[in-house]
Structures are given as structure tokens and as C-alpha cells.
């Protein structure tokens, strides 16, 4: 699954796709855009669901919005960056 979150935003999260090796989410998601930053970043991190335990961290992409232009369509690949260390996870 994919946590995304927007801005100071809690974020949200996409269904899990089990058993597949390359999942694809055709989810939307809408957020608040009344309190942005100069710069607002929407942010992905993704995750293994595990059976027991904690949820295996995959890696975290993240995109400055003021990069995209209004009403267009986009269709491109981000690049996961392993979590850093001493970065907490929070839960969804």
C-alpha cells in the first residue's frame, strides 16, 4: 500500500494489493489546499503489509506541486529513496 500525504495533511492510504509483485493503484485522493506552504510537496511512502508484526517500509518519493502545471495530465515514474535513519513511521 501507498500512504500519501499532502502538505501538513495526516495523509491517506491506498487498499493493499496482496500477492502481486508490481500493484497498481487507481485510487484519488483530495486534499485541503486553504493552508499550502510556498512550495507544497505531495509525499508517498510504501509499504509491504505484514501478516505479524510491523509493515515492512519500502521507500518515500515526493513531488513539489508548483512543478505541475494546472489541468494537465501526467504520466511519469518517481524514484523511492530508502528511509532515512531515526525517521519514525506513524500509523494510518
Known amino acids: 500500500y501507498v500512504r500519501v500525504t499532502f502538505g501538513k495533511d495526516h495523509g491517506r492510504a491506498t487498499k493493499t494489493v496482496k500477492a502481486c509483485t508490481e500493484p497498481v493503484f487507481k ?5 485541503s489546499c486553504s ?9 508517498f511512502e510504501v509499504f509491504s503489509l505484514a501478516k505479524l508484526g510491523k509493515d515492512r517500509f519500502l521507500g518515500r518519493a515526493s513531488l513539489e506541486i ?27
Open 66 to 92: 508548483c512543478r505541475l502545471f494546472p489541468e494537465a495530465l501526467y504520466d511519469f515514474w518517481l524514484t523511492l529513496a530508502p528511509r532515512t535513519e531515526g525517521t519514525r513511521r506513524s500509523s494510518v
Open 27 to 31: 485510487e484519488f485522493f483530495f486534499f
Open 35 to 43: 493552508k499550502l506552504s510556498s512550495s507544497p510537496t505531495v509525499s
